[in-house]
């Protein structure tokens, strides 16, 4: 699996060339269109790309039933997710693989792909540079909104560590990715069995061991902008349910992420 080896003389040239960045963004999130035209300014000043272009990301209101049978499966990978998807989580994981098709047809040799509720934070930019720098030895390098992961460092710039974590955290607002990784991951996930966050934490399956930046230079703003497009509403049963099995679940994926490190 990926550790995140010291890089190559391709691998410092890669790095060195400017990057494409992609938002997902649903057109009917109207609420969320000023911080996507606020991200795209911000990125287009960065120096490390080369513009941000907006993907339409795909809405779970619209999807057609065969679609999400095409792709959606239950218990593929062990452990078993306990929770049916919800559409919305289907939809999501397809938008992120289209942009991971997109990177292909492309010819990008990285990207960062973003969702349209991220918010850079002061340390934006330096966490972006150090991605940059290691995107090829790393393959998924996550800009995780919540500053909770630990693990062995990688490398550090200013104030920003990289690190590979152990388990790898939820969340994948916001992430960068060489095209290497882009090809595997459309390849194991031709067929998928729980969220696009949960999936990338088994680096076993995916032979990608995610690294993350810490802080991740990030936040998530859904609250501010509208509401999670994820969101929907529980039963009592449900909820409870989903309080129980959470946990173990958890518990099965920190084992194994362990083990298999």
Known sequence: MNECPDKSQAGRAAASAKL?????????????????????????QQVLFTGAEVLPAIDAEQMPQAQSEAVYRRKIFLPFYPFALKPAEIACFLSHRLAW??????????????????????????ALALAA???????????????RESGRLIAQQGQTELISPAPVGLGAVSYMLSRKAAEKLLAETRHFDRPLDVFLQMFWVTKIHPAALRPGGIAEISAKIGGSTLTQKRTIGQKLRHELLRPLYRAQIALLSHLKT
């Open 20 to 44: 494409p960045a992609f938002i997902l963004h649903l057109g009917r999130a109207a609420a969320r269109q000023e911080n996507v035209d606020s991200l795209q300014r911000l990125v287009a």
């Open 101 to 126: 098709q997109t990177m292909l047809e492309r010819g990008c040799a990285a990207a960062l792909i973003t969702e349209d509720d991220m918010q850079p934070r002061e340390n934006f930019a330096e």
């Open 133 to 147: 720098a290691h995107i090829q030895a790393c393959g998924l390098i996550r800009f995780p909104h919540r500053d």
